[in-house]
Nanobody, 123 residues
Framework: QVQLIESGGGLVQAGDSLRLSCTGSGRTLNNDALAWFHQTPVKDREFVAG????????NYADSVKGRFTISRDNAKNTVYLQMNSLKPEDKGIYYC????????????????WGQGTQVTVSS
């Protein structure tokens, strides 16, 4: 059973950048698609970005296209989310997830979740 541990969240100002990391332990993530989801007190968990097992296919929510970049380092069993030009509406808890070999926007497609990392963006 794999465990996912996120890190990198914090408090930043609008326009700043953050890089989130999510590292798996217990087994390799090399055969999994990996994704990031975003949740706020008023919104259910929503898809932000996904990457397939090989790292050659990615997908983004429209709200983050051009600002966020998902990448993975299979040697480190880690997925990243580079977040640039952060906006106040980006604040919330970010969860990483592991699932089928090809990314999906559906929460139900993922079998393993991290505990989340908080991102706060002040205006």
């Amino acid at each position: 059973q794999v465990q996912l541990i996120e890190s990198g969240g914090g408090l930043v100002q609008a326009g700043d950048s953050l890089r989130l990391s999510c590292t798996g332990s217990g087994r390799t993530l090399n055969n999994d698609a990996l994704a990031w989801f975003h949740q706020t007190p008023v919104k259910d968990r929503e898809f932000v970005a996904g990457i397939n097992w090989k790292g050659d296919s990615t997908n983004y929510a429209d709200s983050v296209k051009g600002r966020f970049t998902i990448s993975r380092d299979n040697a480190k069993n880690t997925v990243y989310l580079q977040m640039n030009s952060l906006k106040p509406e980006d604040k919330g808890i970010y969860y990483c997830a592991a699932g089928p070999t090809v990314w999906s926007r559906a929460v139900t497609a993922y079998h393993t979740w991290g505990q989340g990392t908080q991102v706060t963006v002040s205006s």
